[in-house]
């Protein structure tokens, strides 16, 4: 059983690598993608990329071009809209969760988030800013109670990296996105989860509607 082991392990490792550069944008949309090509950047053989190569085309984050390639899938309006209703429903479930929670787990909950948050937004590192605000929501997830959200939702996170870094690189959005965070922290704490829910909510969709419209008038 112990090389089937090692074997899963390396193409979870290239897997991971892959979406780093998908979701970095190091791999553009449009990129072609061979697995020779692959192999030679990676340093493996060409079965790990090929299996990894089936998990990205399943994430969404990668599709079909020619006979036997993939390319990097282009982000359209329609995708994202989608993707954003589900993260509304995932980031909905998790603050509600999460503001029912004990008093002691909420009392300095997000606290170290919203201040790597601010530092960012005052270095204006969008790099810096993408990192802390998937880490807000990530802590969200954890205090959730809920161990299964995080696995759940890894699929809608990975697509949202691939947008979240042309909201966070408008200035007018930054510091919006993090008064919302801070709205959305303080009903956690307080223990209400009908505002804490409602703020979640309104985060996702107004993201939506702000790429989404940037999208339409670069076409």
Aim: glycine share 6%.
């Amino acid at each position: 059983m112990e090389p089937v082991a090692e074997r899963m392990s390396l193409v979870d490792q290239v897997h991971a690598r892959l979406v780093e550069a998908v979701c970095s944008g190091d791999l553009a949309p449009g990129t072609p993608l061979r697995q020779e090509w692959l192999a030679e950047e990676l340093n493996v053989s060409r079965q790990p990329i090929i299996q990894a190569l089936s998990m990205l085309k399943r994430d969404g984050l990668i599709e079909p071009s020619g006979k036997r390639g993939f390319q990097v899938t282009a982000v359209d309006a329609k995708t994202t809209r989608h993707v954003y209703d589900l993260r509304a429903a995932f980031d909905g479930l998790a603050v509600r969760l999460a503001a029912g929670q004990p008093d002691s787990l909420r009392r300095h909950a997000l606290v170290t988030e919203m201040k790597a948050g601010y530092l960012a937004l005052e270095a204006e590192d969008t790099t810096a800013l993408v990192q802390a605000d998937i880490a807000f929501h990530q802590a969200i997830y954890e205090l959730s109670g809920n161990p299964m959200l995080p696995e759940a939702s890894a699929a809608v996170w990975r697509q949202i990296r691939r947008v979240m870094r042309a909201v966070l690189e408008h200035r007018t959005a930054r510091a919006s996105v993090w008064e919302e965070h801070a709205g959305i922290a303080y009903a956690i704490r307080q223990g209400d989860a009908v505002l804490a829910e409602t703020r979640a909510v309104h985060h996702a969709r107004d993201a939506a509607d702000q790429l989404i419209g940037w999208m339409i008038e670069k076409n």
